[in-house]
């Protein structure tokens, strides 16, 4: 079944830390992946996308890792700030009938 | 570009009730879709649709119905709401449904209480 998980369920951190979240998936054939931001009461928005062949991806102070050979990706926040706090939502595109499957996310707080 | 909009942003129905979620994407966008968020769980998908005059089922689809009369606009109705349906509503488009073009663009969601 294709799946996809994330982990932590929820982490809180100190402003100014960095921290990293961990998305596992069993998606195949796999096409991409990307990461998304969400904000309380808002929509998600797209962060970084992963292709096969791309290792790792930087958008400012966020880096996102792949490795498709043991199916996870890591999306790496440097020096958190507190508009960091949000859900971080992994989505792989694949399957036999190339569809989007969603983690259910990772909620981040950074507190001051 | 106001992006993906969403009308209303609220709703209390009871059950047994009827409504339309309003979804608008001044992006040009072929590609629509309705989501459901619920504490928990994924985004799920409910209805989309592949370019105007065409609608598809999701995962979720049993209790919703779509139309797709114009490119810009997405429309979520549901008959006979029951309080299973209580959730926050997500509509969302993108260029295509192609590996490097599914980039999804969300509106800011609407959520909907049925007592």
């Known amino acids: 079944k294709n799946q996809v998980e994330q982990s932590p369920q929820s982490l809180i951190i100190l402003e100014g830390k960095n921290c990293t979240l961990q998305?596992?998936?069993?998606?195949?054939?796999?096409?991409?992946l990307r990461w998304y931001k969400q904000d309380t009461g808002r929509g998600p928005v797209s962060l970084t996308i992963?292709?096969?062949?791309?290792n790792t991806k930087s958008n400012g102070r966020y880096t996102a890792t792949l490795d498709a050979d043991t199916k996870q990706s890591s999306l790496h926040i440097t020096a958190s700030q507190l508009s960091d706090s949000a859900s971080y939502i992994c989505?792989?595109?694949?399957?036999?009938?190339?569809?989007?499957?969603f983690g259910t996310g990772t909620l981040l707080a950074v507190q001051p | 570009n106001a992006g993906v909009t969403q009308t209303p942003k609220f709703r209390v129905l009871k059950t047994g009730q009827s409504m339309t979620l309003l979804c608008a994407q001044d992006?040009?966008?072929?590609?629509m879709y309705w989501y459901r968020q619920d504490p928990g769980m994924g985004l799920r998908l409910i209805h989309y649709?592949?370019?105007?005059?065409?609608?598809a089922k999701g995962e979720v689809p049993d209790g919703y119905n779509v139309s797709r009369l114009k490119k810009q606009n997405f429309l979520l109705g549901l008959e006979s709401a029951a309080p299973s349906q209580t959730s926050v509503y997500f509509c969302?488009?993108?260029?295509?449904?192609?590996?490097?073009?599914?980039?999804?663009?969300f509106g800011p969601g609407t959520r909907l209480t049925v007592l």
């Open positions: 969302a488009s993108s260029y295509s449904g192609l590996r490097l073009y599914n980039e999804q663009f």
């Open positions: 998305c596992n998936y069993t998606v195949s054939p796999f096409s991409n």
């Open positions: 992963m292709t096969f062949s791309e």
């Open positions: 989505v792989v595109y694949g399957g036999a009938t190339n569809k989007l499957i």
């Open positions: 992006m040009n966008h072929e590609y």
């Open positions: 649709s592949v370019g105007e005059g065409t609608t």
